[in-house]
Structures are given as structure tokens and as C-alpha cells.
């Protein structure tokens, strides 16, 4: 069986994480709360716009670690597929209250 590379996967994975930080921030900012409460637990002692990038270099190096797992043991590109559609969800529900506004 051929593996395909999931490079485009984790460079997705990494997009959706950076929308994800920028609507969250402008949510935020327009009246919007956080549904993660590990993410708003460390606003009060980060602040939002440095909570919100250590939240997602940790869902980019989550990805990144997945990529390197599937690339360097052959393992299943699931894993990281599984994420990347999870962010893709988060997203487009940020997008639409973005829109409802």
C-alpha cells in the first residue's frame, strides 16, 4: 500500500488553529466567552491574546507530533486526520458567530 504524505494535513492543521486563535480573540472581543475551560482558566493570569497562542501552539505541536509519528513510524494518518477535522468544526462555528455577529 502506498502512503500518501500528510504534510498538506498538518499545514491545514496549522491554518485552522491560526483561524481558530483569531476568531476566538475576536469573539472575545464582541461579547463572545470561551467554551474550553482549561483555555479560560489561564485568562485571568495570561490574558487572552497570550493564553489563546500558547492554546494553539500546543494544538500545532499536538499536530506536528502527529505528522511526525505517521511519517517517521508509518503509522495511521487517522489520528491527525481526527484532529484536523475537529479544528475544521471549531472553526466554522466560529465563522458563523462571526456572521450572526
Given at each position: 500500500?502506498?502512503?500518501?504524505?500528510?504534510?498538506?494535513?498538518?499545514?491545514?492543521?496549522?491554518?485552522?488553529?491560526?483561524?481558530?486563535?483569531?476568531?476566538?480573540?475576536?469573539?472575545?472581543?464582541?461579547?463572545?466567552?470561551e467554551v474550553n475551560p482549561l483555555v479560560a482558566a489561564l485568562f485571568p493570569t495570561l490574558g487572552i491574546a497570550?493564553?489563546?497562542?500558547?492554546?494553539?501552539?500546543?494544538?500545532?505541536?499536538?499536530?506536528?507530533?502527529?505528522?511526525?509519528?505517521?511519517?517517521?513510524?508509518?503509522?495511521?494518518?487517522?489520528?491527525?486526520?481526527?484532529?484536523?477535522?475537529?479544528?475544521?468544526?471549531?472553526?466554522?462555528?466560529?465563522?458563523?458567530?462571526?456572521?450572526?455577529?
Open positions: 500500500m502506498v502512503q500518501k504524505s500528510a504534510l498538506p494535513l498538518l499545514r491545514l492543521n496549522i491554518a485552522l488553529q491560526t483561524a481558530d486563535g483569531l476568531t476566538t480573540y475576536y469573539l472575545l472581543h464582541h461579547g463572545g466567552a497570550a493564553t489563546l497562542m500558547v492554546a494553539k501552539a500546543v494544538g500545532g505541536a499536538l499536530a506536528a507530533f502527529l505528522w511526525y509519528r505517521h511519517r517517521s513510524f508509518h503509522l495511521s494518518v487517522r489520528p491527525l486526520f481526527v484532529l484536523t477535522g475537529l479544528m475544521d468544526a471549531v472553526v466554522s462555528w466560529n465563522l458563523v458567530m462571526v456572521l450572526l455577529g
